[in-house]
């Protein structure tokens, strides 16, 4: 099973909000990322056939979909807002896609059950929506989204309206609910953390365009530009110019990087180097270091980490660190750079060098 | 924390006792102490007790007023409140053309009560009226002065096209808060324009339409100014509504004591009503 969009351009009222999608997803999951306002719901929207494409085909499984009605798709989908029938108990919200289906009473009261369960509301069947909170609300969405096993799947960033805590909680059951269907799973995110821990592959989009597809994971370590470095990293890539010269990569600010490890391919001229903000620390990590001298901008606080706003040489770099750190602001601070880190990218913004990855997960 | 008491507090709530005091309460206790005396004169004053209900009750012509005014508020709910969400439906939804049709929407409620009778008499008079001319041209004998339908016609016209508009303001707000996603998630599953209809937007609105059923029927319940400019009560007393019955005896006779019996009796009606009617709409939609 796969669906497919065939150089799909999509107008509205004569702003284009995508500009010649062209790219194919498999079943199982798929995470659609991209800032607010990069075209993810108008892709959405495309796919469950609720818009039209102004240019371009939208193929499932190879067959054109621009006559079928959207009733007539096999598609389910979860919002942000929770979406359910505000007179409708839970049961009957979650047997409504079934009921219209023309299912057997006790074969709906069977699956009502069931997915009920699997989302663990198995106890609220009886509620109505406004008897629910916030997150038992999105899982009566969810259960009507699973219970009509559609081929197509969509959720449109279902998790930004909840807690972080519950948001961790759905994230994790919801990865498990997806490697065991058989449909195409579209999920829409802005979060690159999120991205990753529900893996699968991902098309990242920006501005109304698809920058880059691939497996969720290769493609967080290899973006091809800085502009997917940029989408897919939270908070963004810090950046500076380069120039590689005489065996080192001289940065802004008389930073000098000795050309190791995968730096070492490459050739002379000018570079945009990128690099994570987990990435950069305040403390000397391992010999290879480079200590760059910067002033503190902000400290942010959040959760168990601190991102640290520094100033260097008129450009401003986050960095990333556990742990809290009430740092006082305008101070002279020590940042280290690890070249090995380093992602190098060249004068049109292309991946040239990506740091090697090391066995275990995020890190690399 | 500890709460510490200081009875200086209580020089705080003055004002808003003071208020309340002059706004209800007094005026309150005015008719009360006027419904239980017959009075004379300045110091001519006897304690009746209850007789002034008792005879208020009994009178026939407040039956017919009552029977009347209840036929007008039902009537004015069923035909405003369905016709206020079937015009809210058929707004359009955002633009320069849904500011307009609010705007136009809007102009009835921003003319001052006796100037609708007014407009209304002219609008409808036979010879000169663009309503009444028209209608007796085509043939049809209307007169709103001399048959009691035409009377009721009009003032029912008339209380349609001032008050309706707020049932769609209302109706609209509620409208326009259902997130565009409902409606996306409707057409995902096939519903139809009734289903989105019976299923979304019905339950949604539930809130706003509560209080529209409730101001629209304490309202219409209480109506005087318009048909008293328009008909005065009649012809005879086919538009006799409670309001205008009750300043009849009160301005026109002079019963003070009789006037306010009645008026508390009515106060206490408006208020059954309403809190019945706000009962059963909490309770709609919730049971389903």
Do not use: C
């Not at chain 2, 106060?267 to 389903?288: D, H, M, P, R, T």
């Amino acid at each position: 099973m796969n669906l497919t969009f065939e150089n799909v351009t999509k107008m509205v009222g004569g702003t284009p909000h995508l500009y010649t999608a062209d790219f194919t997803l498999g079943r199982g999951l798929n995470v659609l990322i991209g800032p607010t306002l990069a075209g993810k719901t108008t892709l959405l929207r495309l796919m469950a056939g609720l818009d039209q494409p102004t240019r371009g085909r939208v193929l499932v499984n190879g067959r054109d979909m621009a006559d079928v009605p959207v009733r007539k798709r096999n598609v389910a989908m979860v919002y942000q807002q929770f979406i359910n029938y505000p007179s409708f108990t839970v049961y009957d919200n979650i047997a409504s896609p079934l009921r219209r289906a023309g299912i057997g009473k006790a074969a709906i009261d069977r699956r009502v059950r069931e997915t009920a369960d699997l989302v663990q509301i198995g106890d609220l069947l009886d509620r109505l929506p406004a008897e629910l909170s916030g997150g038992q609300q999105q899982r009566t969405a969810m259960a009507r989204a699973l219970v009509k096993d559609a081929d197509l799947l969509l959720f449109d960033e279902p998790l930004v309206n909840l807690d972080y805590k519950l948001r961790e909680e759905l994230r994790a059951e919801m990865r498990e609910i997806f490697a065991r269907r058989e449909a195409i799973v579209v999920y829409a995110t802005t979060e690159p953390l999120e991205a990753l821990l529900l893996g699968g592959a991902v098309v990242v989009l920006d501005q109304g365009r698809v920058l880059q597809t691939g497996p969720t994971v290769s493609v967080f370590h290899h973006p091809q530009s800085v502009r997917v470095g940029q989408v897919f990293s939270d908070p963004p890539m810090n950046l500076i110019d380069g120039v590689v010269a005489n065996g080192a990569a001289m940065l802004g600010g008389g930073i000098r990087l000795p050309l190791i490890a995968h730096l070492s391919g490459l050739s002379e001229g000018r570079y945009m180097f990128g690099l994570r903000a987990n990435h950069l620390s305040i403390t000397q990590g391992s010999i290879d270091d480079v200590a760059v001298a910067a002033t503190t901008e902000l400290a942010e606080v959040n959760g168990s980490e601190t991102f640290i706003h520094v100033g260097h040489h008129g450009t401003s770099w986050v960095v990333q660190e556990e742990g809290v750190y009430p740092l006082g602001l305008g101070r002279p601070i020590q940042v280290f750079v690890n070249p090995r880190h380093v992602f190098a990218f060249d004068g049109d913004g292309m991946l040239v060098a990506a740091p090697r990855r090391r066995a275990h997960g995020l890190n690399g | 924390m500890e709460k510490t008491k200081d009875n200086r507090a209580w020089f705080l709530v003055i004002p808003v006792f003071v208020i309340v005091a002059f706004s209800a309460i007094i005026p309150l206790m005015t008719v009360v102490n006027y419904s239980v005396q017959d009075i004379f004169g300045p110091n001519e004053r006897f304690f009746v007790g209850v007789e002034w209900f008792k005879e208020i009750l009994h009178d026939e012509r407040l039956h017919e007023a009552l029977l009347r005014q209840f036929l007008f508020s039902g009537l004015v709910l069923l035909i405003e409140i369905p016709l206020g969400v079937a015009i809210a439906l058929a707004m359009p939804k955002k633009g320069w053309a849904a500011s307009l049709s609010l705007v136009l929407l809007a102009l009835p409620l921003l003319i001052p009560w006796n100037v609708i009778g007014t407009i209304w008499i002219i609008f409808t008079r036979p010879d000169i009226g663009l309503l009444g001319a028209t209608i007796n041209g085509l043939g049809i004998d209307f007169d709103h002065t001399a048959a009691p339908l035409d009377a009721w016609i009009t003032v029912m016209l008339m209380e349609v096209w001032h008050w309706t508009p707020l049932v769609v303001l209302l109706a609209y707000a509620g409208l326009q808060a259902i997130p565009d996603a409902f409606y996306q998630a409707a057409s995902i599953d096939g519903a139809s324009r009734w289903a989105v209809f019976r299923y979304i937007q019905l339950p949604k609105m539930r809130g706003v339409l509560t209080i529209a059923i409730l101001l629209r029927f304490m309202d219409s319940f209480l109506i005087y100014a318009e048909p008293f400019v328009l008909t005065g009560g009649g012809p005879g007393n086919a538009t006799t509504f409670l309001s205008i019955h009750l300043v009849k005896i009160a301005v026109g006779q002079f019963d003070l004591g009789p006037a306010a019996a009645f008026s508390i009796i009515y106060f206490l009606i408006v208020l059954l009503f309403s809190w019945l009617f706000y009962q059963a709409l909490q309770n709609v939609g919730k049971g389903e």
